[in-house]
């Protein structure tokens, strides 16, 4: 009898532990289908099944179909069951959501599988116009379709020259898509060399309005190339909009082995061309992304390197990037500038963008709205900031943070505003450092037949609002204007400044930190053109015995003796006390080793005893004279 129930505990357990994929051996029906037939509806998991088999050419005794000029259509949600999915290979038709999903399956990519999602390709389909640029024609390729519970691994692939690539929607996309919604996709890479994408791993040619990505979580501990919320790469010679696309929870775990890794919360990278992206009313919201190693990371763009434009987006979370040492940008918007050679174009173009990211790095340039604004690989790239505001708070345990921009070359900067506290080893309000490089032509096209943006910065009406501690060099705007950047041919450029406001509050974590009200210089070879400038209100160094400022809900605790300037006066004071975002000051009525309590703090017993003693008498006085009152 033992026996007997022994075997039958250990099927059971077998049972339950088989994968959920086996248990989803879903047999294919094809008929619904007719060559004949221009219109075919889909109502369960057995014909997606066979749907996928007759655009792939495994279904027996059936021609293979990329359904060109044909529409699939839901009648139903469907269920797969956990099942693993066949990627459909190529297709041309039109695949009719109806507002239906498509819920539980698995994607494996690795080995002879180097592509991975529901579609490997979605071709082209457009927008027709009329000779005035009006559209008269929309074709979509995929509609009204959400796509939910999808589990997906990306291992190496057997060929070397070839990388992994997933996307939930499709691998790759050259049509018109949507009101397509992702949700609910977990991503495990090993494959350092990976592509990993929300919606899909690479873009040609796409138009994508009202399409959604929700609650991505990306496990790349072991690597991974591109990781994005949308696509890891928008790629090159190609005009694409996007408008109203957004992700909604956006977790990544990376580790940047090989090459590195390039992390945007919509895109991982835009590639070069002669086109111009374009995104309109994006949001990226719920980042949540750990990074350690070689790992360039944007809330928004990782390396933005074609001529992108984006009006109305937005960021927001936060992003731990302490395991990032090197000269990698990280930035709540973009990582950097990115590069292309300019023909004529303007570069980027930002406008009324706002990134409210939180960051933190262990060396890597980290900055509110872009890590790095300046060239890539030693090519060209300008861009323009147009009422762009970074709210986040932005830390680089060692090195240049800034407000808004951790490094800055070049570019336009014009109504823009940093609003989060920064520290760092060198810290400014709007940017951590100005530095000075000239890219080199790279022998793909004759010299002088392309017109490089100027060597020159400009700060038009701009302001930073948050507090600035630096253990180094701090700026109330500019932490520092530094030298040229070694073995490099550094032309004479410009930093012009003009109409801005810097950060209320500079201060100094050690107390040989350089401080300056509006910004620090040195022989940089950028001219200072400085006009109508408002300079910070207070500078402040702590004593010299190892204690630090803080920071916390707005104000700063100074430690007691610390030395305290006012409106850059030359003649210091001794100071202990608070100051507030306002740039108001509370002074201690004398110095004090740590801060007044707070209410509800019970750690100083006298002073509590002789303020209950205080108010125990006035309630004695006040009810004597009420009982005199009474009696009268």
């Known amino acids: 009898m033992k026996r007997i129930c022994f075997v039958l505990i250990v099927l059971l357990l077998a049972f339950v532990l088989i994968p959920a994929s086996a248990l989803a051996d879903v047999s294919a029906d094809y008929g619904w ?45 469907i269920d797969l069951g956990g099942m693993l999915w066949t990627p459909i290979k190529s297709f041309k038709g039109e695949f009719n959501g109806n507002n239906k999903t498509i819920s539980n399956f698995e994607i494996v990519v690795g080995g002879n599988n180097i592509r991975g999602g529901f579609f490997n390709g979605i071709e082209a389909g457009g927008v027709e116009t009329d000779a005035d640029g009006n559209i008269i024609k929309v074709i979509e390729r995929v509609h009204d379709l959400t796509l939910k519970g999808v589990k997906a ?65 990306v496990n790349a501990e072991k ?14 010679n190609s005009n694409m909009v996007f408008d109203n696309c957004d992700v909604n929870g956006f977790k990544v775990i990376v580790n940047g082995e090989g090459e590195g890794c390039g992390v945007g919360g919509f895109a991982g990278q835009t590639q070069r061309g002669w086109e111009n992206p374009k995104m309109t009313n994006c949001d990226v919201t719920g980042i949540d992304i750990t990074a350690f190693g070689k790992v360039e990371i944007g809330g928004f763009i990782a390396w933005p390197g074609a001529h992108t434009i984006a009006e109305n987006c937005t960021t927001k979370g936060k992003i731990d990037a302490s395991g990032v040492t090197g000269d ?26 706002t990134a409210n990211v939180d960051i933190i790095t262990g060396g890597a340039p980290a900055g509110g709205f872009i890590g790095a604004a300046m060239n ?40 823009c505003k940093a609003t989060g506290d920064v520290t760092g080893t060198v810290a400014g309000g709007f940017f951590g450092q100005v530095v000075d490089t000239t890219p080199a ?122 030395m305290l300037t006012i409106n850059g006066a030359d003649q210091a004071f001794v100071f202990g006390g608070l ?29 509590w005893a002789t303020l209950i003693f205080i108010a125990s008498a006035g309630l004695a006085i006040n009810t004597v004279l009420r009982r005199k009152l009474r009696e009268e």
């Not at 690597?223 to 090159?236: C, D, E, M, N, T």
């Not at 990698?328 to 963008?353: A, D, E, M, P, S």
């Not at 986040?392 to 109504?415: E, I, L, P, Q, W």
Request: charged residues 20%; glycine residues 12%.
């Open 223 to 236: 690597g991974a190339a591109f990781i994005a919320g949308f696509s890891p790469i928008l790629q090159k």
């Open 579 to 607: 100051i507030k975002r306002n740039a108001d000051v509370v002074v201690y009525d004398k110095p004090m080793d740590e801060p007044i309590p707070p209410t509800g703090d019970t750690s100083k017993p006298l002073l």
């Open 328 to 353: 990698y940008g990280v930035g709540g918007f973009f990582g950097n500038l990115g590069w292309n050679h300019n023909l004529g174009k303007t570069g980027h173009q930002i406008i009324n963008c």
């Open 33 to 77: 289908y007719s060559e004949t037939k221009t219109v075919y509806t889909l109502s369960c998991a057995a014909d997606l099944v066979g749907f996928a088999n007759i655009a792939n050419g495994t279904a027996e005794g059936i021609a293979k179909t990329d359904f060109a000029g044909k529409t699939i259509k839901l009648a139903a949600d």
């Open 441 to 562: 032509y790279d022998g793909r096209f004759p010299e002088g037949t392309i017109g490089y943006p100027p060597d020159q910065i400009t700060l038009d009406s701009c302001r930073s609002e948050g507090f600035v501690l630096a253990s180094e060099k701090a700026g109330g705007l500019i932490g520092e204007v530094c030298d040229k950047v070694a073995n490099t041919a550094a032309t004479d450029g410009k930093l012009i400044v003009k109409g801005s406001a810097a950060s209320p509050v500079v201060a100094g974590t050690k107390p040989n930190t350089v401080l300056a009200m509006l910004l620090n210089k040195t022989d940089n070879h950028k001219d200072l053109d400085l006009s109508g400038n408002t300079d910070s209100k207070i500078q402040v160094l702590p004593k010299d015995d190892g204690t630090k400022l803080s920071v916390e809900n707005g104000v700063i605790s100074v430690p007691a003796d610390a």
């Open 376 to 415: 890539s690989n030693n090519r060209s790239m300008y861009a323009s900031f147009d009422n762009c505001t970074a709210k986040g708070n932005v830390t680089n345990s060692n090195g240049a943070a800034g407000g808004f921009a951790g490094k800055a070359d070049r570019g336009d900067y014009t109504g």
């Open 153 to 217: 691994t990306v291992n190496a692939v057997n060929d070397p020259t070839k990388e992994g690539r997933f996307g939930t929607l499709a691998n790759y996309i050259e049509g018109v898509v949507n009101r397509v919604t992702v949700e609910d996709v977990e991503v495990t890479t090993t494959d350092p060399k990976a592509w990993v994408g929300g919606m899909c791993a690479f873009m040609s040619w796409p138009w994508m309005n009202d399409c959604t990505v929700k609650n991505l979580v």
